[in-house]
């Protein structure tokens, strides 16, 4: 008979929110916190949390971390670890079931696996799509880049979390880095877009240079802003 | 095997009703029974076009609310065999067209007819989409200017995306670009895209092209498709699409306008 596991305990890379703490009395982090969740109270229901004692290290005596983690739950928010705090907090942490989290500016030999993990990034497939995108129509690749074999019309819009490849006329919107990426880019063999926007900083068609209008071209950030050159 | 070919643009006012007309009767002239569906409810032109506005008793809509059976409302043309008419409805509006009565009633003319035109309504909604939904082919009506070209892009999307042939992953539909109301001059002037241009941003393929012509708005007016005036610009223009339609190379035309030189005969 084969041997199948039941189950197995692997190193996992995951996004997690935290809870960057920069003071450290209770009633001024009670008063941020409102504002910050009232503004999309459903967007933090049962979300893992990490909090993050680090910036207020050298202050926290006064910090009560028990009164947080319950404040922090009644919003909804699910606090799985503390990273960063002193002995007392750690013991606070760990009574509450929380887990202890290393400090990121001291890594701990044990981190090793974890490093390993991350050494070997996911790579994301690109998203290659072959026929023309007409206005009106809107292609995303959420991960990743996305390659286009023909035109994209005026009207039509096409986002990237990376790379945006345009192998043909570009006369629609094309949004690269929609994830904030400021190192992506948009290539396209032939430049009438409507907007080229890269992690947000964006330029309108009749901002584009006159002498860069039909060109092949690449757009990218430097220092913050859009540049366009001629390929 | 019948065909549904849908007669569509985007736009209003860019020559599908004047299309379907001539097509359909161009395509009933070359033996093949075809009828004409006229989808633009609550406007009702297609009639006028054809001529037979007074012989309407029935409508598309009175048949798909099983009012009246498909007999009763078809017309038969008086001048071209083969080729009847399904006029519109002027007191209802699009919403009357259900996707389930539109497949019902194609179903019973495909038994029938060869060709099935549909005249689609102008605009990208309800009307539109019952007029391409079921197509096997469609004829992407442009005038050479921006908003037309635009419009056009918009629908040939939508029929890659909004049909029966996209949603059941069969094969795509067959798309034919006519470039109407064209003139050279205003090309020339830089008033007009040329053709290059509206086919470059479309990227389709050319079946042909109708000039701007006086006789167009004549003949609509007196209710005789303008492709019965073999004499006209527009006439033979008309003819020398179905002709490519059907896969024959069009006969040589004796004045050298821009659209034999475009197809190089
Ligand atoms: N090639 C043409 N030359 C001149 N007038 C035309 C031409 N094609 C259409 N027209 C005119 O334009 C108007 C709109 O045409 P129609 O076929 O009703 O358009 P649609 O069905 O797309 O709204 C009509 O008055 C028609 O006579
Ligand atoms: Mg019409």
């Known amino acids: 008979m084969k041997y199948k596991p039941v189950l197995e305990l692997k190193g996992s890379l995951l996004t997690l929110m935290v809870l960057n703490l920069f003071n450290s009395d209770n009633e001024l982090i009670a008063k941020a916190l409102a504002e910050k969740i009232s503004k999309a109270p459903d967007f933090f229901q049962q979300v893992p949390i990490v909090i ?7 202050n926290q005596a006064v910090l009560d971390l028990s009164e947080l983690v319950k404040l922090l739950r009644t919003y909804g928010l699910t606090p799985v670890a503390v ?3 002193n002995i007392e907090h750690n013991e ?6 929380l887990g202890i989290l290393n400090n990121i500016k001291s890594p701990a030999p044990q981190l090793t696996l974890e490093t390993k ?4 990034p996911e790579i994301p497939a690109a998203k290659i799509i072959r026929d023309p995108i007409r206005s009106g129509q809107q292609v995303i690749a959420e991960k990743g880049d996305l390659i286009i074999l023909s035109a994209v019309s005026h009207g039509a819009e096409i986002l990237a979390d990376r790379h945006i490849h345009v192998y043909g006329a570009l006369r629609g919107r094309a949004l690269a880095g929609i994830n904030g990426d400021n190192k992506a880019q948009i290539f396209c063999q032939q430049l009438y877009a409507d907007l080229l926007s890269v992690a947000g900083k964006y330029q309108v068609n009749e901002d584009f240079p006159e002498d860069l209008i039909g060109k092949s071209t690449q757009t990218y950030l430097e220092q913050d802003k859009l540049n366009i050159k001629k390929l | 095997m019948s065909k549904i070919i849908v007669i569509t643009s985007g736009k209003g006012g860019v020559g599908k009703t004047t299309t379907s007309a001539a097509f359909a009767t161009g395509l009933a002239l070359r033996g093949n029974k075809t009828v004409v569906i006229d989808f633009d409810v609550g406007l009702r032109n297609l009639d006028l076009v054809m001529g037979c506005e007074r012989r309407v008793v029935y409508d598309f809509i009175n048949v798909i609310n099983g009012e009246a059976n498909l007999n009763q409302a078809l017309i038969k043309d008086k001048r071209v065999e083969n080729l009847f008419i399904l006029p519109a409805s002027q007191t209802r509006n699009k919403d009357a067209l259900t996707l389930k009565g539109v497949a019902r009633i194609l179903e019973e003319l495909k038994k029938d ?18 007029a391409m939904y079921f197509a096997d082919e469609a004829l992407i009506v442009t005038n050479p200017e ?3 070209v635009r419009d056009s892009d918009r629908i040939i999307g939508m029929l890659s995306s909004k049909t029966r042939r996209a949603m059941q992953k069969m094969p795509a539909i067959k798309e034919h670009l006519l470039i109407t109301r064209y003139e050279e001059k205003r090309v020339n002037k830089g008033e007009m895209l040329s053709i290059k241009d509206v086919q470059e941003i479309l990227a389709i393929s050319l079946l042909g092209v109708i ?25 033979q223009a008309y003819l020398d699409i179905v002709a490519r339609f059907l896969g024959e190379e069009p006969p040589q035309r004796k004045k050298k306008g821009f659209f034999s030189r475009l197809f190089g005969i």
Not at chain 2, 113 to 127: L, M, V
Not at chain 2, 213 to 222: F, R
């Open chain 1, 52 to 58: 993050d004692l680090q910036a207020v290290e050298d």
């Open chain 1, 117 to 120: 993990v991350a050494a070997v």
């Open chain 1, 92 to 97: 606070i942490a760990l009574n509450m079931n």
């Open chain 2, 211 to 235: 000039p701007e012509s006086l006789e167009i708005l004549k003949a609509s007016n007196s209710g005789i498709p303008v492709i019965l005036n073999k004499e006209t610009d527009a006439g």
């Open chain 2, 146 to 148: 921006v908003s037309s």
């Open chain 1, 83 to 85: 990273r960063g705090g």
């Open chain 2, 113 to 130: 007819f060869d060709y099935i035109i549909c005249d689609s309504p102008a605009g990208i909604e309800h009307g539109a989409i019952m």
